[in-house]
């Protein structure tokens, strides 16, 4: 079966939800329902690992790839969450190259990164995998996903694309917007920042966040992620209307 990671270097069109902990029953109707991966939110939510290992056992039993949001700069989270089964990392406030080869180093074993090795984690199968296993596993599946939330980090965009183990990016367009002092993602200053990401890309597969089934539609290629707390608030005030 191909790994998250595999199905977006083969230019497949993936659907995802953010949610943060805890969040157990709307993580397994997620994967009831049919999304092709999470995303949890350890960033702008409790980065509780005991809890977060909870999330991760509930996706597995389903068969549904997990990415976490980690904080700015936490290579000791990056080890931990990945340890505990997570798929990828997503890391916020990426500007520069050099910060994204950061997280490179941080979520990938030796020659690409420098992350600290151990078998008898969850990733790991308790020890039953061999090394050669559990290294072969890590490559097929570790994603790193860098995320541009300031104008200088859209204008290097390309560059932080092409560092070696970055798989794909994903534009903050709220933390955009206000390091841009526009009044939103929808601005067209804002909007206009977003197509030079795309642009530089060059058609690979990007990871846009979105809050409705109609900005997913209109989504570049790549990994479409609904902001699950937003459309669910849509709807629940929509049921008082």
Known sequence: MKTLKQRVLAGERLHGGLLRLPSENLLEMAAVAGLDYAVIDCEHGPADLLSLQQHLQIADAHGLPVLVRVGEREPALVLRVLDLGAQGVIVPHVDMPGQAREVVVAAHYPPLGERGFA???RAGRFGTNSIAEHLAQAQRST????????????????EILAVEGVDTVLVGPADLSVAMGRSGPLDQEVVARLAQVVEAAGGEPLMTIVGSTEQGAQAPPGMVLYNLTHILMQLLRSLTD
């Open 119 to 121: 078998t008898y984690s």
């Open 143 to 158: 994603m790193v996903v860098p995320m541009l939330e300031t104008p200088q980090a859209c204008d290097n965009a390309s």
